[in-house]
């Protein structure tokens, strides 16, 4: 078993116990113990899978961690843990650290840090993608649009910007989140808030 406090021992003999099929599953490796092409056998295997090098972690203590590799695969249907560990430990996962997930969604924005800006930050530009896995796709939120287009609109007040042009241009460069709602589906919806915007500060009603 991968852990030895029994609390967490029991959690994951709960996730692992005998019979239970799933179609995420995520582990973890070390590159000194993994074969040398294990980004070649992701790519070859045919699963769907991303996978993200880690090497800021830290401990509680602030010690920084080993380096490794997480590495996440959803299959075409739900697969037992013996089936999962078979496919994650040809990669040269720790078969320990094989354990199912039920949210894509989670799971791949853990790979980047992105819901706890206490951890180490990662680039969604190095997530290694294969067997079709869209990273950028999986990372989308259709809850967050809301959350999105209010830190756009108050940025822009912020920084009197009301060109939409110089909007996408930071959101390209400082922000990936603001540039894929940009991309998808709050374009037209930030040109009229800025067109707008452009039309109090002419008319006086936009300075405080």
């Not at 991968?2 to 239970?20: C, I, L, M, S, V």
């Not at 880690?54 to 590495?71: F, L, N, S, Y």
């Not at 013996?82 to 799971?107: I, M, N």
């Not at 241009?169 to 990936?176: C, I, T, V, W």
């Amino acid at each position: 078993m991968p852990y030895a406090d029994p609390e967490k021992k029991k959690e994951w003999e709960r996730k692992n116990r005998q019979g239970k099929q799933r179609k995420i599953w995520w582990g973890y490796l070390y590159e000194d113990s993994a074969p040398e092409n294990f980004l070649e056998l992701m790519r070859e295997s045919g699963v769907e899978g991303l996978a993200m090098h880690h090497d800021r972690d830290t401990t509680a203590a602030g010690e920084v961690k080993e380096p490794h590799w997480h590495v996440v695969v959803r299959f075409s249907h739900a697969v037992a843990a013996k089936e999962a560990k078979e496919v994650l430990t040809s990669f040269g996962c720790k078969e320990k650290s094989v354990q199912y997930r039920d949210s894509w969604t989670a799971v791949a924005r853990y790979l980047c840090h992105l819901d706890d800006p206490n951890k180490a930050q990662y680039d969604p530009a190095d997530v290694v993608e294969f067997g079709g896995a869209d990273y950028l796709a999986a990372i989308n939120r259709s809850a967050d649009k809301y959350r999105i287009v209010a830190e756009m609109c108050v940025w822009c007040k912020e920084n009197r910007v009301y060109s939409f042009n110089r909007l996408v241009d930071y959101a390209r460069d400082e922000n990936l989140e603001w540039f894929m709602a940009l991309c998808d589906n709050c374009a037209i919806f930030m040109r009229e808030y800025l067109k707008s915007y452009r039309y109090d500060i002419l008319e006086g009603a936009g300075e405080e």
